[in-house]
């Protein structure tokens, strides 16, 4: 679906072709589905663009319909920890939108992507009226808290080495891609990418992925990254 759709005068009805996949949308009728999705703000944002900051006060809930958004924490030296991806289908702000208080993340556009935004008046309205949409959101909390558990895991238990890999891995999973000798072909990220993706200094990344050149884990090809597919074992 190209951006500019969601701009033209169908947008509602996109919108609510959309919202009827999302699991959190699941249990509404399609009467109150079509009234929720004319009440979404539709607005597009360039790769690299914030869509909020960290402590910002707004509470509205977002959705992804096209695109890629993170959400990042970043401190005063500009050095960046990404907690989260939120690609198509996926939404953001519900934390603020739940409690109110200041955004605990910000979130920058991964690409060029368009956004929907629902006031949360609105979304707890909706709430009010099928309660079933809580469940379904609290089921998707839980899971993001299981992520967030899985990453201080190995903040806490794993050294950059093993976070690189680890990352390089669930890269190679999600991409599936294989070369010849059976190295798995990730697009290359930049040493900072790395880095923000791994709770790591860009110094620290650097350094490992040259001795992981050397024991042959990692190759270099071009834009690409290949990964050894017994990488997890060898370090
Ligand atoms: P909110 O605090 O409103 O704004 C920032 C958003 O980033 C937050 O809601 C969540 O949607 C998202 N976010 C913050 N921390 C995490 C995390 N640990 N895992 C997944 N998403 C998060």
Redesign the pocket.
């Known amino acids: 679906m190209e951006l500019e759709s969601f701009s033209g005068k169908d947008k509602s009805a996109l919108i609510e072709k959309f919202l009827r996949e999302l699991p959190v949308f699941k249990s509404l009728s399609d009467n109150y589905l079509s009234r929720i999705a004319k009440d979404f703000i539709v607005f597009q944002v360039k790769k690299g663009e914030t869509v909020?900051y960290?402590s910002d006060s707004s509470?509205d809930l977002y959705i992804v319909l096209e695109g890629a958004v993170r959400?990042s924490l970043l401190n005063q030296e500009g050095q960046e920890l990404v907690?989260?991806a939120?690609d198509k289908g996926n939404?953001?702000?519900?934390?603020?939108?739940l409690d109110g208080?200041?955004?605990?993340?910000?979130?920058i556009a991964v690409e060029d992507s368009a956004l929907g935004m629902l006031k949360r008046e609105r979304f707890l309205s909706a709430v009010k009226d099928d309660p079933m949409i809580a469940i379904d959101l609290l089921s998707a909390l839980v899971q993001?808290l299981r992520?967030?558990d899985g990453?201080i895991e190995s903040l806490a238990f794993l050294d950059v080495n093993q976070r690189l890999v680890k990352l390089f891995l669930s890269i190679a999973a999600a991409e599936g891609e294989k070369d010849k000798s059976g190295f798995f072909r990730i697009k290359k990220l930049t040493h900072k990418e790395l880095a923000a993706r791994t709770g790591a200094s860009r110094e620290a990344i650097s350094k490992v992925i040259k001795a992981l050149a050397f024991r042959d884990v990692v190759r270099e090809d071009g834009d690409y990254f290949l990964i050894s597919p017994d990488a997890e074992n060898r370090i």
């Open positions: 909020f960290q509470t959400a907690l989260a939120f939404f953001f702000g519900e934390m603020s939108l208080k200041p955004r605990s993340a910000t979130i993001r992520m967030a990453m």
